[in-house]
């Protein structure tokens, strides 16, 4: 590790969390120290302590890490207040539990070196990691790693095969540019979803990963808790999976209801009439919410900062402006309105006595379900143009 003269000078920040690890934070910092110094790296290294109460803090200054000290507790917090903290153009970030080998930090400054904005490690076989036997559990390695991956690479393109590997490297621009809101295990899958999402140049090191070198307190991660939080946070970034698709298969279904409700289709003994026609109703009702909440998530999460903007999204409100959606609602609003006054006059004509069940719910059904949706097209006009509107 090269002498530095200033801030300047540093080209690598190797940033470790650390909550509570003695037994191997010295060990890592160590080893850390020694790929920097082997390889000619102007480099430092920072360590976040995020609240230890055992002897992390001298253990870590004692191998020659700077520590900082994050109040806020969690895996993100603890990052970013050590990213924040550090000076390097890259950062290269990785576990304080001796399960990474700190020995490769000068393969992922290679590739960054040579125009990646982000080099992730892979431990599994499928992206020519190695887990050594004891370093994963098997619910982790054969169900919780695999299929999370799988996920973010067809929600979000992630050109990944780990994307809960924790030893990873990056540029402090492409971090800056990302604005990273998660201060948990989240972090770690929000850094590549977001990167994904805005088209950086995104690479993959294999590694190999070891057991946990701690034996005075059980991993910080917790199978079931942090699986569920990683598939909400999943959902949440991708309004499209947790809204739209839904939604439009809600509708579709709900119109396939109706095709066979309205003429009253019989397949065998089956006979599809009005009780058909009101379980379709609910189909298209509630489809058509989720359609538009898929807009208000896309439009909110756009306008905060959460998702990066998307030009086919703002491309499709140069066709569907507030004024085009009140005039879509007062239609369906008109349509509906229709329907339920046919059914008034059917009801006159019979001299405001009993109906025909069968035949006045194929004209109330209908009407009420498109006097719903056009009330909710008028509402959801105006709401999402008070999203779009800018802070000054």
């Known amino acids: 590790m090269r002498e530095m003269d200033g801030p300047g000078d540093i080209e690598l920040s190797v940033v470790m969390p650390c909550l509570d690890e003695a037994e191997t934070v010295g060990r890592c910092v160590e080893a850390a120290r020694r790929a920097l110094e ?28 700077r520590v900082v000290h994050v109040a806020e507790r969690g895996y993100g917090s603890a990052l970013m ?27 992922f400054l290679e590739a960054l070196r040579g125009g990646r904005e982000m080099v992730v490690g892979c431990r599994l ?28 690479r067809l929600m979000f393109g992630v050109p990944v095969h780990d994307v809960y590997c924790g030893l990873r490297g990056f540029s402090r621009d492409l971090c800056g540019r990302l604005d990273l809101r998660c ?83 019989r397949i065998g003994a089956a006979v599809f009439d009005a009780h058909t026609l009101l379980f ?37 409100f140069r066709l569907v402006n507030l004024e085009r959606g009140l005039v879509a609602g007062c239609v369906a609003l008109a349509f509906g309105v229709a329907l339920l006054g046919r059914a008034i006059v059917l009801w006159w004509e019979a001299g405001f006595g009993r109906l025909d069940y069968a035949s006045t719910m194929r004209v109330v059904v209908p009407g009420v379900t498109l006097a719903s949706i056009g009330f909710q097209t008028v509402w959801a006009a105006f709401f999402v143009a008070i999203l779009r509107m800018r802070r000054r």
């Not at 390889?39 to 890490?65: C, H, K, L, T, Y």
């Not at 050590?82 to 393969?107: C, K, L």
């Not at 598939?231 to 119109?255: D, E, H, I, K, Q």
């Not at 109703?281 to 959460?306: C, D, N, P, R, W």
Request: hydrophobic share 45%.
């Open 38 to 65: 082997g390889a000619g790296i102007a480099g430092e290294i920072v360590v976040a302590d995020n609240g230890s109460r055992d002897a992390s803090v001298e253990a870590a200054s004692r191998a020659g890490a």
């Open 81 to 107: 207040g050590g990213i924040t903290a550090s000076r390097g153009r890259f950062v290269v970030m990785g576990d304080a539990d001796a399960s990474y080998d700190f020995g490769e930090i000068p393969r």
């Open 125 to 152: 076989p499928g992206g020519g990691g190695r887990v050594v036997p004891g370093a994963m559990p098997v619910l982790h390695r054969f169900l919780g790693n695999p299929m999370f991956t799988w996920l973010g």
């Open 183 to 265: 201060t948990g295990m989240e972090f770690a899958t929000e850094m590549v979803i977001k990167a994904s999402l805005i088209g950086a140049r995104v690479g993959e090191v294999p590694i190999t990963l070891y057991p946990d070198g701690r034996s005075a307190h059980r991993p910080h991660l917790k199978t079931f808790r942090d699986g569920w939080r990683t598939l909400s946070f999943f959902l949440m970034c991708s309004p499209r999976w947790l809204y739209l698709l839904p939604g439009v298969g809600l509708v579709l279904a709900g119109l396939v209801g109706y095709a066979l409700a309205l003429p009253g289709v």
């Open 280 to 316: 379709a109703s609910l189909a298209v009702l509630t489809g058509y919410q989720a359609m538009l909440f898929a807009v208000f998530a896309k439009t909110f999460a756009i306008s905060e900062g959460i998702l990066p903007p998307d030009q086919s999204f703002r491309r499709a």
